[in-house]
């Protein structure tokens, strides 16, 4: 009767650490090439789903995220974060600029060729776009994604193995001398 308890309990350890597992981390293929050159289709990305539990995500995170009805796909998209709620962004001549302010971004395919509007984001949505801007299917396609359709930020490529390293997320020191 001893041993069956100890099978039992040994059960219910192993179930409730997968189970902690589970919920805080997972992984993802990359199924576009929206994330060249820093992500390419067919890696496969370990995601933190644990770290916007008790924090919001930030300028420069590379997320996961489940697209809105208009970017009509059955699989979670990879972006990066852009513009946080309250903050203006809009594209013009090459550049992104945040609430007027053009960004640095070393990490891109190339410069974008794409103009986009001046756009306030309303609270409690995030602008998301891919580092292979002008062949992104992001927030300049459909707008901006709902806080509550993030599953979380993507922490580093594990596969293949000849890849493996984390990924990097940017501040953009240029707005935060500017106090942002």
């Not at 189970?19 to 805080?24: D, L, T």
């Not at 996961?64 to 970017?71: D, H, I, L, N, R």
């Not at 203006?88 to 053009?102: L, M, R, S, W, Y």
């Not at 309303?122 to 509550?148: A, Q, T």
């Amino acid at each position: 009767m001893k041993i069956v308890r100890e099978i039992g309990i040994t059960i219910l350890i192993a179930v409730a650490i997968i189970a902690v597992i589970r919920i805080s981390i997972q992984g993802y293929t990359v199924h576009y090439s929206c994330m060249l050159p820093n992500i390419e289709q067919g890696d496969w990305i370990m995601v933190s789903k644990a770290s916007y539990f008790f924090s919001d995500p930030e300028r420069g995170d590379v997320i996961v995220f489940w697209p809105p009805e208009e970017a009509a796909s059955e699989r979670p998209f990879i972006k990066r974060v852009i513009a946080l709620p309250g903050d203006t962004v809009e594209v013009k001549d090459g550049k992104v600029f945040i609430n007027d302010i053009p960004i640095e971004e070393e990490y891109i395919k190339e410069p974008t060729r794409y103009t986009m509007s001046f756009e306030l984001i309303p609270d409690g949505e995030y602008f998301v776009l891919g580092d292979n801007r002008n062949n992104s299917n992001d927030s300049h396609c459909w707008g901006n994604i709902p806080r509550d359709n993030i599953i979380g930020k993507a922490l580093f490529i594990y596969w293949p193995p000849e890849k493996l390293r984390l990924l990097k997320n940017y501040s953009y020191p240029e707005l935060i001398t500017a106090g942002m």
